[in-house]
């Protein structure tokens, strides 16, 4: 089969009878040779795989870690064994059912199938049944090409027929406070006199079940409700709908439930024949096997109590609560009714109370790509109060370019940790009636204490101690909240001497940026927001962040320098907004557009603020037709000796102002192309920060400088194309990117674009990233 579409209806309901195909043709990947079917990378995978030695390869699994398990007496290196075994049989199992990675990266020849075909003829006609159109016809038309007639186009042809209208709704409940109740949320009702969809019917047989299960009725079932759609009585494409909601069989009316008691068993899968502890709190009965924890927290995330109606709301909600607790492996409430009480029990397994995770692997920011590794260990429920004590390793080799030398490239090693405990309350005089009350929020107190080095060869070294405390919380799953009120940071920073002449000239010249690689003190708080509606995951689904920090306000309780004057003090104020939108366009294409505007404005004595509060332009996750950190500010440019621009400079800025837009499309397999358009700039809120060595020497030094008349052609616009290699654990991702208006070129010949042609790359950028640019 080469190929197959649909036909008679519109690009939006056919991309959606598209995703209805049974069967679909193999995909073609462009070669220099000419087309060759992603068949062929199948096959080459098939003829490597020996099924015979990996059957056997799993046994000799089996009896490897067997033998280790046997001689093993410890259960938690048994279970380690056990864990690790089952890893590696899954890896097996995996290419077993799978295929090898070749196998999986290709596709097997389409062979045409005609009941497949069929199938997805009759998918095509019950799914505009489900739009209103009961009169539909789908005709299948097969045109066979090539010489031998082995190419195979199908063609479903689509006659919607006439559409259905809902004209009338009739209810038939038999039970009375069923009746009632329903009446009494008539208007959250779904059905409605207009066309009909079977959406429309899922949804609100979804809504009654809701109504139901949420009131006491612990045993209703979907079943109950159906619905009789009769286009007979009423006629000319006028629908009658019976809607009913029958009694349970053998019964003339629903129970309605209501909790006699309530049972928290937190560790479900101890014996609990050894020891163990109850204890009652607010009339719930806890059983604590290995681990004891506070009953007032679990109290706080429970909403099950006695004397109280069933409702299924409250059950999800108390499984949701115990989940972002992050001290259960899993969370499962069942019910009783033994001895004709009605009985709820919560069973809780403990997560291990040790965990560790590591990661190591290759990052790429500037220059040549270098290691990393990172190590995490966790404890949980340290003081028994369900607190998460964290300590966070990293190590990092990279490679950048020079701050001061457009030709040199050095080395980076980055290394740190992190120390931090996080409690599942707002550690505040609040009392605990308001945080039973707040609790619904997941509120979060985290204390931090970190340490990190940085050794920029032939530049700087810098050595940070930073303490941290910040409340979190969420009003629903997609909004979250961060108020950090304390954020304190010590840095000692050491130049080399070379490096530091290059400062001393900035700094004779009035550049303040000089000042951010000094030692320093710096002191902040922030508060942030985030609304996540499902971004990349959903169809048209958005993200959006909102961030506000100030610096400095803790020197307001000294009239001196609280550390001395060897030190540099920062105050500043700065604030970021980040939105991000998602299109589905079709199932193999979307849109994904970005627009990020920041302002951060230093008020302190220095007139400069902390080197990493600077906002900068370029690079992957930035305007990618340019070096990363190396764009603007504004329509500056310092100029080489030839007379071109040199981009090689970092370019710090106060304001920025990017927006970025891209299509995404399937190209086959695990490998995605993309086409992106870049633009915007940082800006100076005053000429000081300017990268520049003399003012006389550099006469645009005020051309970094924003002014609201001019800034609109200060833009940078850059544009490209890039390849996305999605291998399930990581996107690794490469994109070309191209100038085509550089403000920094004189005024009349900031259009670049003409350059890509006499030599495509003499004008173009290319970044590598992890993940996608936003």
Do not use: C
């Amino acid at each position: 089969m080469s190929s197959q579409n649909v036909v008679g209806v519109g690009p939006k309901m056919r991309d959606h009878m598209a995703t209805l195909y049974e069967q679909n043709p193999n995909s073609h990947l462009l070669m220099p040779s000419g087309p060759a079917h992603l068949v062929y990378v199948y096959n080459m995978g098939e003829k490597r795989l020996d099924t015979a030695k990996l059957i056997d390869k799993k046994e000799e699994i089996r009896k490897k870690y067997g033998n280790k398990i046997s001689k093993t007496k410890r259960d938690k290196k048994k279970k380690r064994l056990l864990e690790k075994e089952q890893q590696k049989i899954d890896k097996v199992e995996k290419i077993l059912k799978e295929g090898n990675q070749l196998m999986r990266w290709g596709e097997q020849l389409a062979i045409l199938d005609n009941d497949k075909i069929k199938l997805t003829g009759d998918k095509m006609s019950q799914y505009l049944n489900s739009r209103g159109y009961y009169a539909n016809k789908i005709n299948i038309e097969e045109k066979y090409k090539g010489k031998d007639s082995s190419r195979v186009e199908i063609k479903y042809a689509i006659k919607k027929g006439p559409e259905y209208f809902i004209d009338s709704i009739q209810l038939i409940i038999p039970d009375r406070q069923v009746r009632e109740l329903y009446m009494e949320n008539l208007g959250s009702a779904e059905l409605r006199k207009r066309k009909v969809r079977q959406l429309d019917l899922t949804a609100e047989r979804d809504r009654v079940y809701e109504m139901m299960v949420n009131n006491g009725y612990f045993a209703f079932s979907k079943d109950l409700v159906y619905f009789q759609i009769d286009s007979v009585t009423l006629g000319s494409r006028k629908l009658l709908i019976r809607e009913i909601i029958n009694n349970p069989p053998n019964r003339d009316s629903h129970e309605i439930f209501e909790i006699d008691s309530v049972i928290f068993v937190t560790d479900a899968g101890f014996d609990i024949t050894k020891q163990h502890e109850n204890e009652p709190f607010r009339d719930i009965t806890y059983t604590f096997g290995r681990f004891k924890y506070s009953t007032k927290i679990l109290d706080w995330h429970t909403y099950l109590y006695a004397d109280n109606l069933y409702q299924r709301d409250n059950v999800l909600e108390t499984q949701r609560q115990l989940s972002y607790l992050d001290n259960f492996k899993f969370i499962n409430v069942n019910f009783d009714t033994l001895g004709g009480k009605f009985t709820a029990h919560i069973f809780t397994s403990p997560a291990d109370r040790y965990q560790t995770s590591s990661e190591i692997g290759f990052s790429k920011t500037q220059g040549l790509p270098g290691p990393f590794a990172n190590l995490t260990i966790k404890n949980r429920n340290l003081f028994r109060g369900l607190e998460i004590v964290e300590l966070n390793t990293n190590f990092k080799v990279v490679g950048l370019e020079s701050v001061s030398d457009q030709k040199a490239t050095y080395s980076s090693l980055q290394y740190g940790s992190e120390l931090s405990i996080t409690f599942p309350q707002f550690l505040s005089p609040l009392g605990r009636f308001y945080k039973k009350k707040i609790a619904k929020f997941n509120p979060r107190t985290r204390f931090g204490l970190a340490f990190g080095h940085e050794d920029r060869f032939n530049e700087y070294k810098r050595t940070t101690v930073n303490t941290n405390m910040s409340y979190s919380w969420k009003v629903q799953d997609h909004v979250s909240y961060t108020l950090a009120p304390m954020d304190i940071s010590y840095i000692d920073s050491k130049t080399d001497s070379s490096f530091q002449v290059f400062l001393d000239v900035l700094a004779l010249s009035g550049n303040t940026y000089a000042s951010a690689f000094s030692s320093a003190f710096v002191s902040s708080g922030s508060f942030q927001v985030i609304v996540n509606n499902n971004y990349g995951v959903s169809r048209n689904s958005s993200y959006a962040q909102f961030y506000v920090e100030t610096g400095g306000h803790l020197f307001s309780l000294f009239v001196n320098a609280p550390f001395g004057n060897s030190l540099e003090y920062y105050k500043y104020a700065k604030t970021s907004v980040d939105v991000r939108k998602y299109f589905y366009l079709n199932r193999k294409t979307s849109l994904v557009t970005r627009l990020n505007v920041g302002v951060a404005i230093p008020y302190g004595s220095n007139n400069s603020l902390p080197y990493t509060k600077y906002f900068f332009g370029g690079g992957s996750n930035s305007l990618r037709a340019w070096k990363p950190r190396r764009l603007g500010p504004g329509a500056y440019g310092e100029k080489n000796p030839d007379g071109t621009i040199n981009y090689q400079l970092e370019q710090p800025g106060d304001m920025t102002l990017e927006m970025s837009a891209e299509i995404r499309q399937k190209l086959f397999g695990f490998v995605n192309w993309a086409f992106f358009v870049d633009a915007g700039n940082i800006w100076l809120l005053r000429s000081e920060t300017v990268n520049s060595l003399d003012d006389s020497t550099n006469p645009g030094v005020d051309d970094g400088v924003f002014e609201f008349k001019k800034f609109a052609k200060e833009i940078a616009i850059g544009s490209g194309l890039g390849l996305r290699f999605d291998l399930s654990f990581l996107i690794f991702r490469v994109d070309l990117g191209w100038k085509f208006v550089d403000p920094a070129q004189e005024i009349g010949k900031r259009w670049v674009g003409n350059k890509i042609f006499p030599d495509p790359l003499e004008n173009a950028e290319i970044n590598i990233g992890i993940g996608y640019p936003f």
